[in-house]
Structures are given as structure tokens and as C-alpha cells.
T-cell receptor, first 113, second 112 residues
């Protein structure tokens, strides 16, 4: 992947509302796609991944993402957010099986009570 | 279950000083990585080690050196620290079967 773009640096949303965090990448070859979450003052942990198969991927904590090859996107969604979802979310892409990742700049999800 | 352990968690250095960040994983992973995280820039790969005995440069290797001491341990050394190296450093290891990265909790380094 040449680059990964997370269009929104911050996304504020009310508690229990739905949310979508956007991720677009540029690549001319097949890719593997990942979303990681970073809670305050912690390391990153895997939220979900797409390696092959169904384009709709379900992850932990009720998150899901859909791989759209034609639009080169891998947007992350949750139907109803909770205050505990406050974190920074990173999209990452790999073009090879060695999983050398290219990272987006991150999107901070801000939950408003 | 420790996972990936980094030390130290915090460090303040003066320009020109040297230091080593230590990383160890107990998951028997072959691959290990050092990243730096700066606001608005995501994670940038400094060095990685695909297996014991091998190391390769990543996106931003200048000013750093690494040692893959054994399968468990992968250290990052700053020989002469510069203010531009002020950052949060993350060590990670990966499961080759799934591609999942497992991260340490980070080391916050400030260079004055």
C-alpha cells in the first residue's frame, strides 16, 4: 500500500448513537486490512482484520468493518457506542504476507454523554 | 500472561546522551518491531526483525540501532539522542499465522 488515509482526526458522537470511522488506502495489489484501537495511555490492540473471504468483518466490542475493493475503503462501524469506546482508532494495511503495515494517522473517537 | 513487556516506561534524556529501550515477548513469535508514535502521524516503523538473527530498517531508522538478542528480546538503542527523537516508542511482536501485532504499553521518551 502506498498510503492509508483516515479522513477524520476526531469524531465526536453522542453515547448510544451509531458511528463510522473512515479509512481509505491506495494500492494496486491485494491487501490485508486491520483496525487497531488504542485506549488512553495504553498500547494498541487488534480490533478486527480482513485477510480474505467475506468482506464484512466482525471484531471485538461490537465493531464491524466492510472491505470495499472498488472504493479501496475499509470503514469501521458500530451501531451504538458506549463511553468505554473512547479511544484512538488506527487503520493499517499490508500488501504482503509478512504483514509490514502502513498506518493511518488515527481517528480519536470522542463520546459525548 | 505478560505478552510484550517494554522498559523503561518513561525516560528523560539530554541531547547527546545514549540509552537502550528493552523489549521482551513471551508468545514465541518470530517477528518483532519497534515503532514510534507522534501526534497526527500514526505509527512509523523504525526497525523490525523477521526472525532471530535478522534485523531490517523500517521507515525511519536514522539515529537508531537494534539488537535481536534472542527470540524473546529485541532492543532499540539511541546512540546520541536528539530532540527530534522525543516520542512514544512501541515494541510489538506478530503471529505469522494471523498477522496480528501484539504491542507493549509504550515507552515515553523526552529529549531535552
Amino acid at each position: 500500500a502506498q498510503s492509508v488515509t483516515q479522513l477524520d482526526s476526531q469524531v465526536p458522537v453522542f453515547e448510544e448513537a451509531p458511528v463510522e470511522l473512515r479509512c481509505n488506502y491506495s494500492s494496486s495489489v491485494s491487501v490485508y486490512l486491520f483496525w487497531y484501537v488504542q485506549y488512553p495511555n495504553q498500547g494498541l490492540q487488534l480490533l478486527l482484520k480482513y485477510l480474505s473471504g467475506s468482506t464484512l468483518v466482525k471484531g471485538i466490542n461490537g465493531f464491524e468493518a466492510e472491505f470495499n475493493k472498488s472504493q479501496t475503503s475499509f470503514h469501521l462501524r458500530k451501531p451504538s457506542v458506549h463511553i468505554s469506546d473512547t479511544a484512538e482508532y488506527f487503520c493499517a494495511v499490508s500488501e504482503n504476507s509478512n504483514y509490514q503495515l502502513i498506518w493511518g494517522a488515527g481517528t480519536k473517537l470522542i463520546i459525548k454523554p | 500472561n505478560a505478552g510484550v513487556t517494554q522498559t523503561p516506561k518513561f525516560q528523560v534524556l539530554k541531547t547527546g546522551q545514549s540509552m537502550t529501550l528493552q523489549c521482551a515477548q513471551d508468545m514465541n513469535h518470530n517477528s518483532m518491531y519497534w515503532y514510534r508514535q507522534d501526534p497526527g502521524m500514526g505509527l512509523r516503523l523504525i526497525y523490525y526483525s523477521a526472525s532471530e538473527g535478522t534485523t531490517d530498517k523500517g521507515e525511519v531508522p536514522n539515529g537508531y540501532n537494534v539488537s535481536r538478542l534472542n527470540k524473546r528480546e529485541f532492543s532499540l538503542r539511541l546512540e546520541s539522542a536528539a530532540p527530534s527523537q522525543t516520542s512514544v516508542y512501541f515494541c510489538a511482536s506478530s503471529d505469522y499465522r494471523t498477522g496480528e501485532l501484539f504491542f507493549g504499553e509504550g515507552s515515553r521518551l523526552t529529549v531535552l
